[in-house]
């Protein structure tokens, strides 16, 4: 089970920090994806981070902004957002899967309940 957290509305320039907490003995063995879905577009990969965190990839959009990481002994996951665009306004989901991330989230087994990410200009 995941759990995000973090979200809020901010102005443009801020910066947040989501959280995704898992629960389970075997979270160190997942790999965890961030996607969002903003009101009438897809959801888009943002970054993911393999099971052990020794590797990484993020999103276009967000390359230079955002920073993923992992505390496997805290069972959580982390995205760091900086430099936040009024664009980045979405819903923001975590999703695990076995060992390695994936961009893609049909992937992805395990899904979080979002948290709602609001950029104002």
């Known amino acids: 089970q995941l759990q995000a957290s973090g979200g809020g509305l901010v102005q443009a320039g801020d910066s947040l920090r989501l959280s995704c907490a898992a629960s389970g003995r075997t979270f160190s063995s997942y790999a965890v994806g961030w996607f969002r879905q903003a009101p009438g577009k897809e959801r888009e990969f943002v970054a993911g981070?393999?099971?052990?965190?020794?590797?990484?990839g993020y999103g276009d959009s967000v390359k230079g902004r955002f920073t993923i990481s992992r505390d496997n002994a805290k069972n959580t996951v982390y995205l760091q957002m900086n430099s936040l665009k009024p664009e980045d306004t979405a819903v923001y989901y975590c999703?695990?899967?076995?060992?390695?991330?994936?961009?893609?989230?049909?992937?992805?087994?395990?899904w979080g309940q979002g948290t709602q990410v609001t950029v104002s200009s």
């Open positions: 981070i393999s099971w052990s965190g020794g590797s990484t």
């Open positions: 999703a695990a899967r076995w060992t390695y991330f994936s961009t893609r989230n049909p992937e992805y087994d395990h």
